[in-house]
Antibody, heavy 125, light 110 residues
Framework: EVQLVQSGAEVKKPGESLNISCKAS????????IAWVRQMPGKGLEWMGI????????RYSPSFQGQVTISADKSISTAYLQWSSLKASDTAMYYC??????????????????WGQGTLVTVSS | QSVLTQPPSASGTPGQRVTISCSGS????????VNWYQHLPGKAPKLLIH???QRPSGVPDRFSGSKSGTSASLAISGLQSEDEADYYC???????????FGGGTKLTVL
């Protein structure tokens, strides 16, 4: 079974650093992109960025570039989302998801499946 | 403000058919395929429809997707109480070079 299991909820103070994880199993970790998605309280889903664990190629949404770091350790099939200095506005649920891509009749399709169970990050003084 | 526009809420009674719309632009829905996700409270989002109208294995055929121009729709027939959830559309955006999501539609089964 393809599965993504995320690390547990975190409560941090502003200015602190944080590293949350997403462990993959049931498939070849190095062959699929892994994305991170944010959901702020009462809001919708936002794509933060994506990494290809095979070669660590990483892309960020402009909204998150410079705000977070995405990395992966293929030796343990785990992707990470890191903050060096948290802000209260980083309070949100964070999901990782595996991206599948196909090309049919010249049209590329990308979708997220499966998703991790989410990691709730609370930043408060 | 989400890039894709969905109605914030929808509702129906058991057995009814409901549709949820998703409006975008030429840089996303107009030139790329659309996916739909179901998000139950406290659970991981679940892929319902990919590539405009393809159901992954295990998704009931009560769920169907369609697309025309820069808009897409999710239809749920034979509505059931367990369908009560938030539904999100998503599509690749050529300007962002990444996926964009709708703001989500909260479906209530009356």
């Amino acid at each position: 079974e393809v599965q993504l299991v995320q690390s547990g909820a975190e409560v941090k103070k502003p200015g602190e650093s944080l590293n949350i994880s997403c462990k993959a199993s049931g498939y070849s970790f190095t062959n699929y992109w892994i994305a991170w998605v944010r959901q702020m309280p009462g809001k919708g889903l936002e794509w933060m960025g994506i990494i290809y664990p095979g070669d660590s190629d990483t892309r960020y949404s402009p909204s998150f570039q410079g705000q977070v770091t995405i990395s992966a350790d293929k030796s343990i099939s785990t992707a990470y989302l890191q903050w060096s200095s948290l802000k209260a506005s980083d309070t949100a649920m964070y999901y990782c998801a595996r991206q599948t891509s196909t090309m049919v009749r010249g049209v590329t399709s990308n979708w997220f499946d499966p998703w991790g169970q989410g990691t709730l990050v609370t930043v408060s003084s | 403000q989400s890039v894709l526009t969905q109605p914030p809420s929808a509702s129906g009674t058991p057995g009814q058919r409901v549709t949820i719309s998703c409006s975008g632009s030429s840089s996303n829905i107009g030139s790329n395929t659309v996916n739909w996700y179901q998000h139950l409270p406290g659970k991981a989002p679940k892929l319902l429809i990919h590539s405009d109208n393809q159901r992954p294995s295990g998704v009931p055929d009560r769920f169907s997707g369609s697309k025309s121009g820069t808009s897409a729709s999710l239809a749920i027939s034979g509505l059931q109480s367990e369908d009560e959830a938030d539904y999100y559309c998503a599509a690749w955006d050529d300007s962002l070079n990444g996926p964009v999501f709708g703001g989500g539609t909260k479906l209530t089964v009356l």
